[in-house]
């Protein structure tokens, strides 16, 4: 199986927007795509006629619809919390915590169920995903548990274009090397139609410094709004 971890320089990054289109065009390579938000916070709470309440993770349908609707939505998502806060405290909130022994199984699940995992996390690299894990340590929790089963790892850095994207993104690649998760793509999303005429420069300054910091292993690109990801970009994962 072939494991994609899209990370973000922050939220609101356009993780989920890029995710779905990985999986969309893993799929339509014929692939078996399975998706997993680990957890979700600022899901919003919904009652049926019969008065069932179910929570809705917007980023877990989004991602199962691309993939095709495998499985079901606790498959994707099986921690979802109410309030828009880093996972850990939206738990706390509830009286709840986010339990990592199922951050890691939910993954663990997937497999022999798909082709491709492709898991985004929560916020970005370094936010909180529970009482003691960061993202990254859940990532790198899950190289450990899953290593077996995976024949190839990937790892997507997503973050928006705007100004101030230069010290996001060389600083989360310096902390994902030293962690040993290299980036392959860094993808600067534009998440509006209009920005900062920072987006005009961000990405040969980035292509730039990132060559200068050494992360020669990472390539770079921009996703115009509302744009699709180039299969080119697909096939180098
Ligand atoms: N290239 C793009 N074109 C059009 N809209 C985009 C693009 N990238 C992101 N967006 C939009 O920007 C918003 C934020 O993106 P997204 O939800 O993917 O961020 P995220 O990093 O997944 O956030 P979270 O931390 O909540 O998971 C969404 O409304 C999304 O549809
Ligand atoms: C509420 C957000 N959308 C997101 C959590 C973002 C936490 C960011 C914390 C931080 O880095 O300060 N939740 C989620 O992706 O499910
Ligand atoms: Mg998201």
Redesign the pocket.
Known sequence: MELILVT?T?????????AAQIATQCRGNGHRVGVYKPVAS?CAEETDQQGHTQRLAT?ATELWQAAGNPKDIDWVCPQRFLAPLAPDLAARQEGSSVNEATLVDGAKRWIGHCDCLII?G??GLMSPISDRWLNLDFFRNLETEMQQHVSARSIVL?SENRLGVIHDVLSTLLVAKQNELPVQTVVL???TPHGALARQSNLTQLQDWMAKQGHHQANVLE?????DLPGSAIHAL
Not at 10 to 18: F, I, L, Q, S
Not at 223 to 227: A, E, I, N, R, S
């Open positions: 973000g922050g939220t609101d990054a356009g993780k989920t927007y890029v600022g980023d985004e929560a916020g997503v999303s534009n998440t996703l115009g709004y509302g744009g």
